[in-house]
């Protein structure tokens, strides 16, 4: 079974700051990791997604996530946070053999001026 | 973007009355799911599709039922609409099913009274 546990539904950080989103999963088997961002009343919109090969994978808007096997790990980074950052945030993961995504509950990131 | 089109975006109804979603793709895409997003909950999903007039359950299928005829049609009916089916309905499609992201259209937001 799969399972993904996003931490603390909302994070505020003032713009500039560095972004931090942590998100960890548990499967048995080699996983696939994706970042969802959504802004109100739209749906989601792919940030970046881990299948194989190199552990640090950039996406659009400046994210970036890093898949850490040992600490079952997947967190998602932005250098300096923009008021456009501003969305609800959700991690997902999948694996050989499943046909669905499972999401975590979300984070909603605040950025404040 | 990829050519999702939910519809109605909105609706209104009452309790016991039947409703259909209905969510149409022109990427000639194999899968396609059926979401519900809830406060606290991240998105569930309801129903899948692999293929026409191939479907599954998902996490929370209790209630509702899917159809799929054409490849680019994939439609959701709550036989008898409750209050708890209140909730914002998400489509999404993928092209394979593991390592592939899923894209996701805007949403009908159903209001059930």
């Known amino acids: 079974a799969q399972s993904v546990t996003q931490l603390g539904s909302h994070v505020s950080v003032s713009e500039g700051a560095l972004v931090l989103l942590r998100c960890n999963y548990s499967?048995?088997?080699?996983?696939?990791l994706f970042w969802y961002v959504q802004y109100p009343n739209q749906g989601l919109q792919l940030l970046l997604k881990?299948?194989?090969?190199?552990?640090l994978v950039k996406g659009i808007n400046g994210f970036e996530a890093e898949f850490k096997k040992s600490e079952t790990s997947f967190h998602l980074t932005k250098p300096s946070a923009h008021m456009s950052d501003a969305a609800e945030y959700f991690c997902?993961?999948?694996?050989?053999?499943?046909?669905?995504?499972?999401f975590g509950k979300g984070t909603m990131l605040l950025v404040s001026p | 973007d990829a050519g999702i089109t939910q519809s109605p975006r909105h609706k209104v109804t009452e309790t016991g009355t039947p409703v259909t979603l209905r969510c149409h793709q022109t990427?000639?895409?194999?899968?396609m799911y059926w979401y519900r997003q809830d406060p606290g909950h991240g998105l569930r999903l309801i129903h899948y599709s692999y293929g026409v007039k191939d479907t599954d359950k998902g996490e929370v299928s209790d209630g509702y039922s899917v159809s799929r005829s054409k490849t680019e049609d994939f439609l959701l009916t709550l036989e008898s609409a409750t209050s708890s089916q209140t909730s914002v309905y998400f489509c999404?499609?993928?092209?394979?099913?593991?390592?592939?992201?899923?894209?996701f259209g805007d949403g009908t937001r159903l209001s059930i009274l």
């Open positions: 999404a499609i993928s092209e394979s099913a593991e390592n592939q992201p899923q894209h």
């Open positions: 881990y299948t194989t090969g190199a552990t």
């Open positions: 997902a993961v999948s694996n050989s053999g499943y046909s669905t995504l499972t």
């Open positions: 990427e000639n895409h194999r899968y």
């Open positions: 499967s048995s088997v080699p996983p696939y």
